[in-house]
């Protein structure tokens, strides 16, 4: 490879574009609203928490950040437009619930509000804002996962490969594509032939 | 939907599945190490910085601590083997860049090395390192980029579609799948026939 150093860029990807939900219902100040986030990840197992990177000029960066609460919800191919769409739209001026055609449902264990039709949420309480410069970075704990039964099998096991989650990679949203492996696979033995 | 509530976890997929290099040769207590790492991501875009969360007993997590540089390298398909391999492995009973016949270069910018097979490398310093729980977060900017000039066109601009980046999603490598648009087609207005 021959390569070419150019100055530091955010280049890590992809990432999972998530929408993120915030607000109440019956608060003027605190209306449910959406933003799509894909500066975000896990950032500890145990306690499971999470990161979202919000500029402070964002409409739902002071909801969340009075708050103190948001959830993470999967974005889908069924999503996709959605995402995309309340990545680039502002909720001062417009309800992109309404607008979309989608469902704020009452989380189960934080005060706000979760994406109905995304089929996993994760229902977040903030532990910690750090400003960075263009975006603050809120850390968050999470208290609760709400997973659509049709990710469940019998035995109550959660196949997420059936969710259809989308990537975003250098300004794109991609679907998954062929899986190569589970995590051991290249440390297992292969089954010896009879 | 009908769905379940479970407890909290760690849920946020799919996430990129990268390798961390670290460590500096001539040095007995800093030899170079990989660690796979998927709780990662993109934290702010001015200055561009990123998260990797480690385990403390990890054997990269001292190196990191006490050089306050690493090299996030992007993992494709043609290191899939490579990138699990460098998770599951630890760099206190392998030699993993020799393991793997994997090259060891030196980073421009920063005193450590990156993955020489990796199209991507993400050059990064660290600035905060917060415990978080069974990880510690590092925070860090990302002080230079290395591209492999496979992924520009004549003009200078990245493809990274060229790559065949790796996504990881709850405990699976994937490729990724078919492009479903770029960021703002959603609000485009389509061009009107002739």
């Not at 994760?122 to 208290?143: I, K, M, N, Y």
């Not at 969710?163 to 089954?191: E, I, M, N, Q």
């Amino acid at each position: 490879m021959s390569k070419q150093v150019w100055k530091g860029a955010a280049l890590l990807n992809p990432a999972p574009p998530v929408l993120v939900s915030c607000g109440r219902p019956g608060d003027a100040a605190m209306r449910p609203n959406l933003i799509t986030v894909a500066w975000c990840g896990t950032v500890c197992s145990a306690p499971p928490m999470l990161s979202v990177s919000i500029r402070p000029e964002r409409h739902s960066y002071g909801i969340i950040k009075t708050s103190g609460v948001f959830c993470v919800n999967l974005a889908t191919r069924a999503l996709a437009r959605a995402a995309d769409w309340c990545g680039v739209k502002s909720g001062r001026e417009v309800d992109k619930f309404a607008a979309m055609g989608l469902t704020a449902a009452p989380a189960a264990s934080v005060d706000t509000v979760l994406l109905a039709e995304s089929p996993v949420n994760l229902e977040c309480r903030v532990t910690q804002v750090l400003p960075l410069g263009s975006h603050d970075l809120f850390l968050a704990e999470v208290q609760a996962v709400d997973i659509d039964e049709s990710l469940l099998d019998a035995a109550g096991r959660l196949h997420l490969e059936k969710a259809d989650l989308l990537a975003y990679c250098h300004g794109d949203y991609y679907t998954l594509g062929k899986r190569l492996g589970g995590f051991g696979w290249s440390v297992r033995k292969k089954p010896k032939r009879r």
